[in-house]
């Protein structure tokens, strides 16, 4: 069973330490059998006790535990700049030596950038600590503007919720996206977000305007119902929408981060995806189903966003 160890530090935030414990520990796999076994960890062993503010937190393992890890998640603290122990650093550098998984949450991120994970790659974190996570790592290409991001061994993710949304990635990861479709019901979350924190920043970022609340839900829901249509085009979206073209790109970009026809095509693949994991459709089917012309189009698109073949992902999570 895949084992996850999250870090407990002194200080925590709660919200970003229960996300991934509540994810993982009702994660079921199809025969009913948990897909996760959930460790809590803090420095100062067995019973240590953790400052989480409104309350105090007494962990069940200390940092040994983190020799068995296939994942390690670092939660954020209220004081992210301060230096961790250097007990915890060392933890977490011998646990990447053994290519270990590790992610973060929220300001999180600043604990892997001192323990030198971070160099050279790119990472996020909640929008309030991307200026001073740059400042302060300047080996680290810092994207404020994203919910997570996934560099195969090191995950990052941003503020708050957007942990939610990099424990759901990561379930997809290990066991494809129905598991992690039933994890989201869950958690009452959708399994993926359209955009990023970009939506969400009100400062130092004027030039992404603020969301418009739930202006495209009717459409989005259309869209859905509508992926199977070939002949769907940016014309017949704005049409539905009741705007121009360029009104319609506009709205998509202020509350969604990307423009209607990427959202359309990312929605037929989480589409196919399902179906490959479901049924024992016919790939060639299976993007007729979900709205591409052709089959080499469809295996282009999916390659693409997933990283993998359609047939390739069938074979690893059907």
């Known amino acids: ?46 019973g240590a006790e953790v400052d989480a503010g409104a309350f105090t937190v007494r962990a069940r393992h200390g940092l040994d535990v983190l020799d068995a890890a296939d994942t390690v998640i670092v939660p954020g ?21 053994r290519g ?20 050279g790659l790119r990472a996020t974190t909640h929008w309030a600590g991307a200026a001073a996570l740059a400042a302060a790592y300047p080996d680290v290409a810092v994207d404020p503007d994203v919910l997570y991001v996934d560099n195969g061994q090191i995950l990052t993710s941003a503020g708050a919720a957007a942990g939610l949304d990099l424990c759901l990635h990561m379930i997809r990861r290990d066991y494809g996206s129905a598991v992690a479709a039933d994890a989201a019901r869950l958690s009452v979350m959708p399994l993926e977000r359209e955009g990023g924190q970009a939506q969400f920043i009100v400062q130092p970022y004027p030039h992404r305007p603020a969301p418009r609340g739930s202006a495209l839900e009717p459409l989005l829901a259309w869209l859905e119902d509508n992926l199977g249509r070939e002949d769907l ?72 966003t997933t990283g993998v073949s359609p047939n390739a992902y069938r074979r690893a999570f059907r």
């Open 233 to 304: 085009a940016l014309a017949d979206i704005a049409a539905r929408s009741g705007t121009s073209t360029r009104t319609l790109i506009r709205r998509f970009r202020e509350q969604t981060g990307s423009t209607p026809l990427q959202w359309l095509h990312r929605a037929r693949v989480r589409r196919a995806q399902h179906l490959l994991e479901t049924t024992d459709h016919p790939v060639e089917r299976i993007g007729a189903q979900v709205g591409f012309g052709s089959p080499a189009a469809f295996r282009d698109r999916f390659k693409r």
């Open 100 to 119: 270990t998984r590790i992610a973060s949450i929220c300001v999180g991120t600043f604990t892997l950038a001192a323990a030198g994970l971070l160099a």
């Open 77 to 97: 603290v209220h004081e992210p700049d301060a230096p961790p122990a250097p007990e915890v650093l060392d933890a977490l550098k011998a646990a990447a030596a």
């Open 1 to 46: 069973m895949h084992t996850v160890v999250i870090l407990a530090l002194d200080r925590v935030i709660p919200f970003d330490l229960a996300t991934p414990i509540e994810v993982f520990r009702r994660t079921r796999l199809p025969d009913g059998r948990p897909g996760y076994r959930v460790r809590v960890a803090a420095p100062g062993g067995p």
